[in-house]
């Protein structure tokens, strides 16, 4: 089973920046597209920016400009900058790996358990 660990999540004033950090971990597996979803109290999960194994990325409109997503392949790793943040990025924020495991015929989604940011004054 891939896990999934996040780190760096808190509370920030409106145009402050916080660095969020997941590393995946198991036995044997490959991921091709890392990312980063959140979910605001009453509202759907959504995408937040994605980047693949090969390094193409994508962001959530909202987020472009002010958003800065990385990776460490070598490490397993994804990152996500966040400048300028604005209440409404209040969220809890999810890692999320597709890939899969040593014997598994298809990619799967595995998720984290969640970091909070709240943006307030």
């Known amino acids: 089973q891939v896990q999934l660990v996040e780190s760096g999540g808190g509370r920030v004033q409106p145009g402050g920046s916080l660095r969020l950090s997941c590393v995946a971990s198991?036995?044997?597996?490959?991921?091709?597209?890392m990312g980063w979803y959140r979910q605001a109290p009453g509202k759907e999960r959504e995408s937040v920016a994605r980047?693949?194994?090969?390094?193409?990325?994508n962001y959530q409109d909202s987020v472009l400009g002010r958003f800065t997503i990385s990776r460490d392949n070598a490490k397993n790793m994804v990152y996500l900058q966040m400048n300028y943040l604005i209440p409404e990025d209040t969220a809890v924020y999810y890692c999320n790996a597709f890939g899969r495991e040593i014997g598994q015929v298809y990619d799967m989604n595995y998720w984290g358990k969640g970091t909070l940011v709240t943006v307030s004054l």
């Open positions: 198991g036995r044997g597996f490959s991921i091709n597209v």
């Open positions: 980047i693949s194994s090969g390094g193409t990325i």
